[in-house]
């Protein structure tokens, strides 16, 4: 085995953050090498301190090397420091555990978590010493994978990647493994690489571009079909039916430098049935499965007793909705308070993506004096109407932390047509629960942006943000909000797929309405994702297979890290489509037809074409349609196409809320209003008048 450290380690002097390229976490593998096993390098496009906590990165790693056909290694994104360096010095692109180059492993496959790091997928393939071009590598070249929530639309990275994996890896890696591991054993003899991808089109949930043809009208898309009879014409997604038979990762990376979300994970539940119309990630990781409490449990002990961490963040796409959340949280807590130490932190669970339309901690340390040796629970995806006096009872018995909560849009009506069907009651009700029992700090994320919104809808945002902050301040004359806005970029299979995306100027617009409606509010601070970076993110998470050509130009130009606010440029991205001959109001700005082919139609998510498009009608009604879960089904497609049923353990929605449970919605919009009575004729009748 060839190490590149003796090459890499006088580097390290002169770089920023060098503890990013040594390995040696706690929890680390140590590979198996030999020409025997399949290698894979897995990758995440980004730097090692956004990369590392990835739970379903870690997941993959696991099972890899335990395997006895296969190992697997880790690299990140290096930084521009170490690039440059690496690039002076020859160095290719290395894995952080053996430090061996990347060309000498099988298969390097990418973690695409976010559309913006599509520029340094083709960087890392470029340091690894490979052509970028799919099309231009050897046979002796390592096959260039790639997995995750964009990997639902595949098409502007199919000119770079070999294969793509639809939905959850657990089962689908070992098939690869064995496939390329049959590959191998025949001496990958010349010619044969169009073999091993034939091969790699046959498992189910996997997706070879080279295995088809796109046709094109014009501007528009035309069709993608299957170059050969066995090759599918859907790539159906992979899902795990049972989540208790993967209780991964065992041994979590603890790292040795500062990272994101620096805590332990346990993913307790995957899907969500909620029907947010803008959230991918519960649109493309359903059904439900939850996780049982005793493995839960078993998990969260055994973490904390292997690592040093005393926080733990119970992961799914909306943890309150778990059954028996408040006894799980209560469980953990009482064991941090009874001396079980605990540690480890990495965040993101395996088949949920952190998206908007969840509530959680946000990991804030209150400095409230209390006992060390007690464990904090991070719960990062919680529902508005699902946050009970209970449940914050039990989280705020530990270290209290900053709550963030996402009603996502201002008005009643907008939240109608989003399908976050949650009432100014729910919201008011869970920020009372938050501040009576101790918190003083509330975050609220909104979207702006969305379908059909109005100015009014806007400065709603700045009117809910105003009234919670009143309800802390009763409990606390420091209690504070802040808003997130974020601008609205609309996602493949979702009902708002065919929406055409607000232009940065319109975004940059609504978000002066917010501040103006805030005015000189201390208790309300505004923050604001760049509108620019959404109309990047528009063209790559929309586009079909010819916005390669910009990814790639964009790249060549120096456009690395462009999920960094330092780092993005729009004016880049818009020469890029012109260089490229590629419209931007076509590809983001503009409205999609019902008939229309969209470049992901041949990859299946599991839902109904025609259930996306009805709700998206439904949603210019303004009609919400309650959970599944506590209701009768839709037929959406999740559960019926693929024989798998919701796993739940309780029939009942466990913790309330207004999404099915039979409240009345007709009224969410009604807040209570305590009427004064009406003041005698000149008896201190001040400013303003009456209620």
């Given at each position: 085995?060839?190490?590149?450290?003796?090459?890499?380690?006088?580097?390290?002097?002169?770089?920023?953050?060098?503890?990013?390229?040594i390995?040696?976490?706690?929890?680390m593998?140590?590979p198996?090498?030999?020409?025997?096993?399949?290698?894979?390098l897995l990758?995440?496009?980004?730097?090692?301190e956004?990369?590392?906590?990835?739970q379903?990165l870690q997941?993959?790693?696991?099972?890899l090397?335990?395997?006895?056909?296969?190992?697997?290694e880790?690299?990140?994104?290096p930084?521009?420091?170490?690039?440059?360096?690496?690039?002076?010095?020859?160095?290719?692109?290395?894995?952080?555990?053996?430090?061996?180059?990347?060309?000498?492993?099988?298969?390097?496959?990418?973690?695409?978590?976010a559309e913006?790091?599509?520029?340094?997928?083709l960087?890392?393939?470029?340091?690894?010493?490979l052509?970028?071009?799919a099309?231009?590598?050897?046979?002796a070249d390592?096959?260039?994978?790639?997995?995750?929530?964009c990997?639902?639309?595949?098409?502007?990275?199919?000119?770079?990647?070999?294969?793509?994996?639809?939905g959850?890896?657990?089962?689908v890696?070992g098939?690869?493994?064995?496939?390329?591991?049959?590959?191998k054993?025949?001496?990958?003899?010349?010619?044969?690489?169009?073999?091993?991808?034939?091969?790699l089109?046959?498992i189910?949930?996997?997706y070879?571009?080279?295995?088809?043809?796109v046709a094109?009208?014009?501007?528009?898309?035309?069709?993608?079909?299957?170059k050969y009879p066995?090759v599918?014409?859907?790539v159906?997604k992979?899902?795990?039916?049972?989540?208790?038979?993967w209780?991964?990762p065992r041994?979590?990376?603890?790292?040795?430098?500062?990272?994101?979300?620096?805590?332990?994970?346990?993913?307790v539940?995957?899907?969500?049935?909620?029907?947010?119309?803008?959230?991918?990630?519960?649109?493309?990781?359903?059904?439900?499965r939850?996780?049982?409490?005793?493995?839960?449990?078993?998990?969260?002990?055994?973490?904390l007793?292997?690592?040093?961490?005393?926080?733990?963040?119970?992961?799914?796409?909306s943890?309150a909705d778990?059954?028996?959340?408040?006894?799980?949280?209560r469980?953990?807590?009482?064991?941090?308070t009874?001396?079980?130490?605990?540690?480890?932190?990495?965040?993101?669970?395996?088949?949920?993506?952190?998206?908007?339309?969840?509530?959680?901690?946000d990991?804030?340390?209150?400095?409230?004096?209390?006992?060390p040796?007690?464990?904090?629970?991070?719960?990062?995806?919680?529902?508005?109407d699902?946050f009970?006096?209970?449940?914050?009872?039990q989280?705020s018995?530990?270290?209290?932390?900053?709550?963030?909560f996402?009603?996502?849009?201002?008005?009643?009506?907008?939240?109608?047509?989003?399908?976050?069907?949650?009432?100014?009651?729910?919201?008011?009700?869970?920020?009372?629960?938050?501040?009576?029992?101790?918190?003083?700090r509330?975050?609220?994320?909104?979207l702006?942006?969305l379908p059909?919104?109005?100015d009014?809808?806007?400065?709603?945002?700045?009117?809910l943000?105003?009234?919670?902050?009143?309800?802390?301040?009763?409990?606390?004359?420091?209690?504070?909000?802040?808003?997130?806005l974020?601008?609205?970029?609309?996602?493949?299979?979702t009902?708002?797929?065919?929406?055409?995306?607000?232009?940065?100027?319109?975004?940059?617009r609504?978000?002066?309405?917010?501040?103006?409606?805030?005015?000189?509010?201390?208790?309300?601070?505004?923050?604001?994702?760049?509108?620019a970076?959404?109309a990047?993110?528009?063209?790559?998470?929309?586009?079909?297979?010819?916005v390669?050509?910009?990814i790639?130009y964009v790249w060549?130009?120096?456009g690395?890290?462009q999920e960094?606010?330092?780092r993005?440029?729009?004016?880049?991205?818009?020469?890029?489509?012109?260089?490229?001959?590629?419209?931007?109001?076509?590809?983001?700005?503009?409205?999609r037809?019902?008939?229309?082919?969209?470049?992901?139609?041949?990859?299946?998510?599991?839902?109904?074409?025609?259930f996306?498009?009805?709700?998206?009608?439904?949603?210019?009604e303004?009609h919400?349609?309650?959970?599944?879960?506590?209701?009768?089904?839709?037929?959406?497609g999740?559960?019926?196409?693929?024989?798998?049923?919701?796993?739940?353990?309780?029939p009942?929605a466990?913790?309330g809320?207004?999404?099915?449970?039979?409240?009345?919605?007709?009224?969410?919009?009604?807040?209570p209003?305590?009427?004064?009575?009406?003041?005698?004729?000149?008896?201190?009748?001040?400013a303003?008048?009456?209620?």
């Amino acid at each position: 085995m060839t190490t590149l450290w003796p090459r890499l380690e006088p580097l390290l002097p002169r770089v920023s953050k060098p503890a990013r390229y040594i390995g040696c976490e706690d929890g680390m593998q140590r590979p198996t090498v030999g020409p025997h096993l399949t290698s894979w390098l897995l990758a995440y496009p980004d730097t090692y301190e956004i990369g590392l906590p990835n739970q379903g990165l870690q997941i993959l790693y696991e099972l890899l090397n335990e395997r006895p056909d296969s190992s697997a290694e880790r690299t990140y994104a290096p930084w521009i420091d170490l690039e440059a360096e690496m690039r002076a010095a020859g160095l290719p692109l290395f894995s952080v555990d053996t430090h061996r180059a990347a060309a000498f492993f099988d298969i390097i496959a990418f973690n695409l978590s976010a559309e913006l790091v599509y520029t340094n997928v083709l960087n890392c393939i470029d340091l690894a010493g490979l052509e970028v071009r799919a099309d231009r590598r050897s046979d002796a070249d390592p096959l260039i994978g790639a997995g995750g929530h964009c990997a639902f639309n595949p098409e502007p990275l199919s000119d770079f990647v070999d294969f793509f994996v639809v939905g959850e890896g657990e089962e689908v890696v070992g098939e690869i493994t064995e496939a390329v591991g049959a590959w191998k054993r025949t001496g990958k003899r010349p010619g044969t690489r169009t073999t091993i991808l034939r091969d790699l089109a046959g498992i189910e949930g996997v997706y070879v571009p080279a295995m088809y043809d796109v046709a094109y009208d014009g501007p528009a898309l035309v069709e993608v079909t299957p170059k050969y009879p066995d090759v599918p014409p859907l790539v159906a997604k992979r899902t795990v039916a049972d989540l208790g038979e993967w209780p991964y990762p065992r041994r979590q990376l603890v790292p040795v430098t500062e990272v994101v979300h620096d805590r332990l994970s346990v993913e307790v539940f995957r899907g969500c049935t909620r029907g947010c119309r803008f959230c991918q990630a519960g649109m493309i990781t359903r059904p439900v499965r939850e996780r049982p409490a005793a493995q839960v449990r078993e998990m969260v002990t055994a973490g904390l007793e292997r690592s040093g961490y005393d926080e733990v963040s119970l992961m799914s796409l909306s943890t309150a909705d778990y059954s028996g959340i408040a006894e799980l949280v209560r469980d953990t807590v009482s064991a941090g308070t009874a001396g079980a130490m605990g540690t480890d932190g990495a965040a993101g669970a395996m088949g949920t993506d952190g998206a908007a339309g969840a509530m959680g901690t946000d990991g804030a340390a209150d400095g409230n004096g209390l006992d060390p040796s007690r464990i904090s629970v991070s719960l990062p995806s919680l529902r508005v109407d699902a946050f009970t006096v209970d449940v914050a009872a039990q989280v705020s018995r530990a270290r209290r932390t900053g709550l963030t909560f996402a009603p996502e849009a201002g008005s009643w009506r907008l939240r109608q047509i989003i399908n976050k069907l949650i009432t100014e009651e729910d919201l008011y009700g869970a920020v009372r629960s938050a501040y009576s029992q101790g918190w003083h700090r509330m975050k609220l994320y909104f979207l702006t942006g969305l379908p059909s919104e109005m100015d009014p809808d806007t400065e709603a945002i700045a009117h809910l943000a105003d009234a919670c902050a009143r309800i802390g301040q009763e409990y606390n004359k420091r209690a504070s909000v802040t808003v997130s806005l974020g601008g609205f970029v609309p996602k493949p299979h979702t009902p708002f797929q065919w929406f055409g995306q607000n232009p940065p100027d319109e975004l940059a617009r609504k978000v002066r309405l917010v501040r103006a409606a805030l005015g000189r509010n201390r208790r309300v601070q505004l923050k604001w994702h760049d509108p620019a970076a959404s109309a990047a993110e528009g063209i790559a998470s929309r586009g079909d297979r010819r916005v390669g050509a910009a990814i790639e130009y964009v790249w060549r130009k120096g456009g690395t890290f462009q999920e960094w606010s330092e780092r993005f440029d729009l004016d880049l991205w818009e020469e890029a489509m012109a260089a490229c001959g590629l419209s931007l109001d076509w590809y983001v700005y503009r409205h999609r037809g019902e008939d229309e082919v969209l470049p992901w139609d041949h990859i299946g998510a599991g839902l109904h074409r025609d259930f996306l498009w009805q709700d998206w009608q439904d949603a210019l009604e303004g009609h919400g349609l309650p959970d599944c879960r506590w209701t009768p089904c839709y037929d959406c497609g999740a559960c019926t196409e693929y024989g798998i049923e919701h796993m739940v353990a309780s029939p009942v929605a466990p913790n309330g809320g207004s999404q099915g449970t039979g409240q009345d919605l007709a009224t969410g919009h009604m807040v209570p209003v305590e009427l004064r009575p009406r003041l005698l004729a000149g008896a201190g009748a001040s400013a303003g008048g009456g209620a």
